[in-house]
């Protein structure tokens, strides 16, 4: 967290708060978004596909109109396609093009293809834009003598995964010095 907050606020300076055309610099910020899509998909598996012709995935023989699941959750956790998968490493993503609008088949948050979320690129552009302005405004801790260690990141499955136990933080306003 130091480390992206050091980034948007070196980049922002004293405006106090960051525009629109200040995140598309952010480097570091956007990796983490990656890295955060990666580990914690909006939805754990994507919207069922038809296969449309006999095929062969996985060693395994699919037939015409089987329906088929992509758990993108395993995917963002598979140790074939990532190193140390269940690590949180925004680098992972600082010397590769991998990125989460449906051309690279280990990352795909959003689906790919005809079917991929038409909602896409708003949905990240308010992520990445509501992330930079909350780590630029404040600075976060754990509530109430709460640890590191006390932190829970266990999800709970259905339609879309959320956390088992929810994250309580406590913002600290963070006074731009003159």
Known sequence: MKKVQIEIRSSVGKKGKVEAED??????????????????PPAPLLVPREAMRQCRIGGFDVFPKTRIFVNVWAIGRDSNLWENPYEFYP?????????FKGSNYELL????????????????????????NLLYCFDWELPGGMRREDISMEEEGGLVCHRKTPLVLAPIRYCLQD
């Open 23 to 40: 995140v598309a610099k952010l480097k570091y910020l956007k990796m983490v978004v990656k890295e955060t899509f990666r580990l914690h």
């Open 91 to 99: 680098e992972r993503f600082e010397d590769n093009d991998i990125d």
């Open 109 to 132: 948050p959003f689906g790919a293809g005809r079917r991929i979320c038409p909602a896409l690129a708003m949905g990240i552009t308010n992520v990445e834009f509501a992330l930079a």
